[in-house]
Every structure is written in structure tokens, then in C-alpha cells.
């Protein structure tokens, strides 16, 4: 056991012993079409030029510019029109002064062209047709790599796909592309006082709640998510569950990493030879977190109580599987920002406050409006909000107008509604 395991730990000393601890997963290749929201796992450049050739931008007549200069619709110029190009054909005939090529959007422009004029500043005549506007050179013309030069690195490894890079990537005619593995992560509950949700709930009992919160985060940090379900309050029991979680990536459970007699995960982890780094972080909610390795598999014994588990997740499980997936270094932690706080608010001093709260921004300044209660049993102080307001230890309250640190849960509201 490391020597940190029983003093309590910062947040920051604990974020840090967990991320030294993983390593970033391997390497899969997928469809295109399958890639969304994986994280890339090389660098991706063309192989030709995009666009591959000089092309309209509207519908048009491809022009030289300087047969146009003048033209109005009082006194057009009148060109020639040697063929028409529709998109996807290639042209056969060379513009030369006082000639034009009717052309699509999109299609390649021909050679001795230099710009295009828009089909509205055109008029039909009898001999071909007359421009009722000058053009300059370039003009509504997009040119051969304007958008992405051959073999220019654009998209790189730890990048996130989106609809944005999965267009680029089918531009780029990648059919398959290489990523980071989703790590599947087994969520287990502990405790006699535990029953599903479609269970009798009788007096003394509370329903499985933290299964299905942890299993929605994972999900939302592309995840797998692997319910084990209930393991009662006895040392095989917790021991067997433990067992069969290894064969995941990550564990995660909920529940008996206290210090009450009932609470068997510390001694089964003992005895099953877990490396535990530590037990207890000074943060509020969440103090009792356990975390090492089982295995060599990440293990997070997450407090039983809902908020609680719901943030010790978010700070410390959420980091560790976006450093596994190959997100860059700057995207493991939630992101923060500076909030005008809207309410008063206290906080105990002992230790650090996570306080959830409701954050907007308004003509991008950010506002911050903390739930009525913050108990860590309270789960529905987790809904509605988007944000974790981050009190320092030492301080028990903060009025209202001061400047907060927050922790963004997820995107801020906008407009001026508050």
C-alpha cells in the first residue's frame, strides 16, 4: 500500500495520483460512419489537394475579369458562351477574351477563366450573354487547396470527432479511421439497505439509484458501461462481485468505503491485494473516496451517498477515462470559468465545498445561482444545474456579486433570462 493511502488528501494530490497511475488505452480502427465522438488516434492530412481543382462557387458564367470591367446594367458587356459546365463534368472548351462558359456551382472552372459572374447579374441575349456587373479577378471562384493543402496535417491524434471532422474525413476519402478504445467500466453497488428500482421499496430500504447516474456518465464520457447490480453487505459476496468486475477496464462502486462496521470494500480490497493510493480526499461531498489498483485495473471505491458519487466521479473517474481515450492533457478535468455569484451562500470551512449550481452567461459574462439544498443525499440539487461553485477551505460564506470559480457540469445557458 502506498504511504499516501491513509492521509487525506487534496483534490489536487488525488487527481494527480490517479492520472500518473493510467495509461492512455489502445488503438481500434472504425467505419467513418461509427466515429462520432471517438477520439482520434493519429494524425490525418489528404492525400490530394481539397478542393482538388479551381472551382465556382455560385452559378454563373466563368469569365476573364477584365472583359467585365465597366459592365452595368445600362451598359453591359456582351460575351460568347462556348459550352455549358455542370458540376461534376470537366470543361472542354479554354476561355479567351470576349468569350464565357455557363458553369454550375461547383464545377471545375475552365482554363483561361478568372472569376465567376452570379447567374442574377446576367441577362440572356440572342448572341450569347451580356454582364450587367463587373467581377474582379477570383471573385466567386474557390481555388484548388484553398480549403487543404496535400499531405497539411489538420486533424490530429486526441482530437474529438464531430460532424465537423467526420465531413473532413470523408473528404479525405477515410473510410475507416483509427481511435482510442472506449474503456468499459464496471458499476457495482454495495449494501444491504440497496433494492432496484422495480423492487418492493419497504422501511429501511432506499432504491438503486447510483448505478444508473454512474452508468449515464460514463456514457456521456463515451464509455461502456457494465452494471454488475447489488452486492450485499458480506465479505464473499463483495469479494465475487470485485472478481468479476476485473474483467473491465475501469471499476467503479458505490458504497462501504466508510468507516462503519458494514462497510467490507477497504478490508476486501485489502485482502484481494489492491495497490490503494488513498481513502480520503478533503472535499465536501465526496471525503470518502477510495482509489487503486486491482490488477492493474483502475479502481474507484466512490462514497454511497448520490451527490457525492455523482461528483467524485465527475473529478476524479471522468479525468482518468479521457486521459485512457487519448483526449489531449487540457480536456481530462472539467472545464472551469469565472462566475458572478447571484445568491449568498455558505459553506463549512472544514474543507473544500463543491456547491452545485445553475450557470448562464449573458453577453459572455457567466452567472452563477447555487441550488437551495446541498446535502450530499440530496440528488435532486443535481438536476437543473450545470455547474459545481468551488469554495475554498477556510471560507463559510460568500456574498452575492463576488467573483466564483465554477466547474462547467455542462453548457452554460445563454441569453439574459436568469
Not at 492521509?7 to 497511475?21: F, G, H, K, P, W
Not at 464509455?223 to 477496464?249: H, Q, T, W, Y
Request: hydrophobic content about 40%; charged content about 25%.
Amino acid at each position: 500500500m502506498d504511504m499516501t493511502a491513509d492521509r487525506m488528501l487534496t483534490v489536487e494530490e488525488a487527481q494527480e495520483i490517479v492520472l500518473d497511475s493510467v495509461s492512455v488505452s489502445g488503438i481500434e480502427r472504425v467505419p467513418l460512419s461509427e466515429s462520432q465522438d471517438r477520439v482520434l488516434a493519429e494524425d490525418v492530412a489528404p492525400r490530394f489537394d481539397v478542393p482538388p481543382q479551381d472551382n465556382s462557387s455560385v452559378d454563373g458564367y466563368a469569365v476573364i475579369a477584365t472583359d467585365t470591367s465597366g459592365a452595368s446594367e445600362e451598359a453591359p458587356c456582351r460575351l460568347e458562351v462556348l459550352e455549358e459546365i455542370p458540376a461534376g463534368t470537366v470543361p472542354t472548351a479554354h476561355v479567351v477574351p470576349g468569350k464565357s462558359s455557363r458553369i454550375m456551382t461547383g464545377a471545375f472552372l475552365p482554363g483561361g477563366a478568372d472569376a465567376v459572374v452570379m447567374v442574377e447579374n446576367t441577362r440572356q441575349h440572342a448572341e450569347g450573354v451580356e454582364i450587367l456587373k463587373a467581377v474582379k479577378a477570383g471573385q466567386n471562384v474557390r481555388y484548388r487547396g484553398e480549403d487543404v493543402k496535400q499531405g497539411q496535417r489538420v486533424l490530429f491524434s486526441g482530437t474529438e470527432i464531430g460532424p465537423g471532422e467526420i465531413g473532413l474525413l470523408a473528404a479525405f476519402q477515410r473510410s475507416q479511421v483509427a481511435v482510442r478504445r472506449r474503456p468499459a467500466v464496471a458499476i457495482l453497488s454495495t449494501g444491504d439497505e440497496v433494492v432496484e428500482i422495480d423492487e418492493r421499496l419497504v422501511p429501511g430500504k432506499i432504491v438503486n439509484s447510483n448505478s444508473y447516474s454512474l452508468a449515464a456518465l460514463v456514457r456521456e464520457c463515451n464509455g461502456r458501461p457494465v452494471n454488475l447490480g447489488i452486492a450485499r453487505d458480506s465479505e464473499a459476496e463483495i469479494a465475487k462481485a470485485i472478481r468479476s468486475a476485473l474483467s473491465a477496464d475501469i471499476v467503479l462502486s458505490t458504497g462501504g468505503v466508510s468507516v462503519g462496521d458494514y462497510d467490507y470494500v477497504k478490508k476486501v480490497l485489502e485482502d484481494l491485494g489492491a495497490d490503494m493510493r488513498f481513502w480520503r480526499v478533503k472535499m465536501k461531498p465526496g471525503k470518502p473516496l477510495a482509489y487503486g489498483l486491482l490488477q492493474g485495473k483502475p479502481f474507484f471505491g466512490l462514497p454511497g451517498n448520490p451527490v457525492s458519487c455523482m461528483v467524485s466521479f465527475l473529478l476524479f473517474a471522468r479525468p482518468a477515462m479521457r486521459k485512457m481515450m487519448g483526449y489531449s492533457p487540457h480536456d481530462w478535468r472539467l472545464p472551469t470559468v469565472q462566475a458572478e455569484l447571484e445568491n449568498d451562500l455558505t459553506a463549512g470551512g472544514d474543507r473544500r465545498h463543491y456547491l452545485r449550481a445553475r450557470i448562464t452567461c449573458t453577453e459572455g459574462r457567466f452567472y452563477a445561482s447555487t441550488a437551495a439544498g446541498q446535502g450530499s443525499g440530496m440528488l435532486s440539487s443535481m438536476t437543473g444545474t450545470n455547474g459545481l461553485v468551488v469554495v475554498e477551505t477556510g471560507i463559510t460564506s460568500v456574498p452575492r456579486g463576488s467573483e466564483v470559480q465554477v466547474l462547467l457540469m455542462g453548457a452554460a445557458g445563454q441569453g439574459a433570462a436568469r
